[in-house]
């Protein structure tokens, strides 16, 4: 089975600094996804960034990066110039490519990102 | 229409009363989900529905009902709960065919309380 495993339960950051938040996963699949969600108090779950894990280049959305490293099952978040609105719980998820047995999305514990006015 | 709607937002129950979640999206997905989630914790999943057919039950207690009445319309049928079934109850739902990119939809949730 696939896990997931989110190391900061909590991070703090000063508004306009840089951020990075850390997921490692297991898995023994070759074709996967994985993602980054953000849930504020306002308590929908929001995706901020996902990856395939078959393409080798990092994802960005705007002020949202992300650095996989496939063979160290390594997939950290970077934001950057960081916002008040980006306070929120982030979890990682992972969710397998194959063509049965897909439909679980699997969280990690989250990581509470406070911003500091 | 890129949301799935998910009504009521707060709901105060007792463990005797009978009640419904209801989810909603009109994207177009095939697959809809159920999760809970406690306070501070990651969503943990109860149900998918994929093509409107129950394929995972993640051997939730018999006082959850799903039912998928269409595409569109997902429901979570609520009887005899205990007040540890008081959580946020998160729907979702994910395209699951032809140009699937892998992400859940998520509603905003309803918050359950069982007295």
């Known amino acids: 089975a696939q896990t997931v495993t989110q190391s900061q339960p909590e991070m703090s950051v000063q508004e306009a600094e840089t951020v990075t938040l850390s997921c490692t996963y297991d898995?023994?699949?070759?074709?996967?996804?994985l993602f980054w969600y953000k849930q504020p108090p306002s308590r929908q779950m929001i995706l901020v960034i996902r990856q395939e894990a078959y393409k080798q280049q990092n994802a960005t959305e705007n002020r949202f990066s992300v650095n996989f490293q496939k063979a160290a099952k390594s997939f950290s978040l970077k934001i950057s110039d960081s916002q008040l609105g980006d306070a929120a719980m982030y979890f990682c998820a992972y969710r397998s490519a194959a063509n049965f047995g897909n439909e679980k999305l699997t969280f990690g514990t989250g990581t509470r990102l406070t911003i500091i006015p | 229409d890129t949301e799935v709607t998910q009504t009521p937002k707060h709901l105060v129950m007792g463990m005797t009363n009978k009640k419904s979640l209801k989810c909603e999206q009109h994207m177009g997905h095939r697959a809809m989900y159920w999760y809970k989630q406690k306070a501070k914790k990651p969503p943990e999943l109860m149900f998918v529905?994929?093509?409107?057919?129950?394929?995972i039950n993640e051997s939730v207690p018999s006082r959850f009902s799903p039912e998928c009445p269409n595409s569109s319309l997902l429901n979570l049928h609520l009887h005899a709960l205990q007040p540890e079934d008081s959580a946020l109850y998160l729907c979702?739902?994910?395209?699951?065919?032809?140009?699937?990119?892998?992400?859940?939809?998520f509603g905003e949730g309803s918050r359950l309380t069982v007295l």
């Open positions: 898995t023994s699949e070759s074709d996967y996804y």
């Open positions: 529905y994929s093509y409107e057919k129950l394929s």
């Open positions: 979702a739902s994910s395209q699951d065919d032809r140009g699937w990119t892998g992400e859940l939809f």
